[in-house]
Nanobody
Framework: QVQLVESGGGLVQPGGSLRLSCVAS????????MGWYRQALGKQRELVAV???????NYADSAKGRFTISGGNTKNMVYLQMNSLKPEDTAVYYC??????????WGQGTQVTVSS
């Protein structure tokens, strides 16, 4: 059973930075991609950034220029460096892994709160 564990969330002031980490265990099949999603209170879950097994990345418009996704599927780990954080970035951030069969796995989420 694939399990994803996120860490690195917390409370940060506007303009600050946080680095989220996600480790996948129990992976038998190769990963197709890993990514970060977020869900703010009362809103739908949305894509933040994704990185494929080939290293290609894709970002939500709100994340471009401020967030950087990294990590490699070879180690089943993914990171999200978040800079210049804004109050509207406040949300629960979820890690997602997609294996080559197309099945998705989700972490339990980590809270990010941007507030002064």
């Amino acid at each position: 059973q694939v399990q994803l564990v996120e860490s690195g969330g917390g409370l940060v002031q506007p303009g600050g930075s946080l680095r989220l980490s996600c480790v996948a265990s129990g992976v038998i099949f190769p990963l197709n991609d890993m990514g970060w999603y977020r869900q703010a209170l009362g809103k739908q879950r949305e894509l933040v950034a994704v990185i494929t097994s080939r290293g290609s990345t894709n970002y939500a418009d709100s994340a471009k220029g401020r967030f950087t996704i990294s990590g490699g599927n070879t180690k089943n780990m993914v990171y999200l460096q978040m800079n210049s954080l804004k109050p509207e970035d406040t949300a629960v951030y979820y890690c997602r892994a997609t294996i080559i069969t197309g099945q998705n796995y989700w972490g339990q989420g980590t809270q990010v709160t941007v507030s002064s």
